[in-house]
């Protein structure tokens, strides 16, 4: 019998290794997986790669995990906003390495490593900064019926983290409004994926036309309970 339920966020997040890979959903503070987030603060592995959307807000999930030590690398389209003092503290001083990546990329990529693509070219970036590899050598290019593009690579995934609203034991997952954003991208993307939902149902509860993500994509299903989304955090005038 196929379960995939989790006894706790713990026990859902025992197997991540230090120097994983993590991929995060979320834009902003809308379907952030912040109960996961803080139990991979708990679980304690470091030396971590976050894909993202963003840096983090305030001083809670992301930015929390950032502020404990635990990121040694961000790949992100937004890293720098009004409150992400955290983020730009450990880039400042060199504790963290930053690889920018424009939001349509972002996703794209990350869709890409989820279908088995093996790279594609998109024209965004062509020109630019962003056309360069991390280590600064020129991404390759190419013209196609006179436009230039920029082949760029999928982003794989060790660990996902997602939020979603229901889930069932099979991992079939839907999602609430906005906060659905890059939960499905980034649960294709990794070999292993973590859902919190807010709702675990039964089988066949979920009508098949509503489910999002498969629970092919999904390893591991967690019941958190319902709670208002934190603040941004925005700091206080000087």
């Known amino acids: 019998m196929i379960d995939k339920i989790a006894a706790s966020v713990a026990e859902a997040l025992a197997d991540v290794q230090d120097g994983a890979t993590v991929l995060i959903g979320g834009f902003g503070t809308a379907g952030t997986p912040g109960e996961l987030i803080e139990g991979l603060i708990a679980q304690g592995a470091r030396d971590l790669t976050l894909v993202c959307n963003n840096a983090g807000n305030g001083e809670h999930g992301i930015a929390a995990l950032i502020k404990a030590g635990r990121v040694r690398k961000i790949i992100c389209s937004f890293p720098r906003q009004a409150d992400s003092h955290v983020f730009d503290a450990a880039y400042r ?35 630019t900064e962003l056309a360069l590899n991390p280590d600064g050598s020129a991404k390759e290019t190419r013209r196609i019926d006179g436009r230039d593009y920029v082949l760029e690579h999928p982003i794989h995934g060790d660990v996902a ?39 675990v149902v039964e089988l066949g509860q979920l009508d098949p036309e509503a489910v999002v993500t498969p629970g092919i994509f999904v390893s591991r299903v967690v019941r958190v309970p319902r709670t208002a989304t934190a603040a941004g955090g925005f700091k206080n005038p000087a």
């Open 93 to 127: 001083s060199g504790k963290i390495e930053l690889e920018l990546v424009p939001q349509g990329n972002l996703a794209e990529r990350m869709r890409a490593a989820g279908a088995g693509i093996g790279a594609f070219f998109t024209p965004t970036g062509f020109g």
């Open 161 to 199: 983290l997602v939020k979603a609203e229901r889930g069932d034991r099979w991992g079939n997952l839907t999602y609430r409004m906005a906060a659905r954003n890059f939960g499905p991208v980034v649960a294709m993307a990794a070999r292993f994926t973590v859902a919190s939902v807010h709702e």
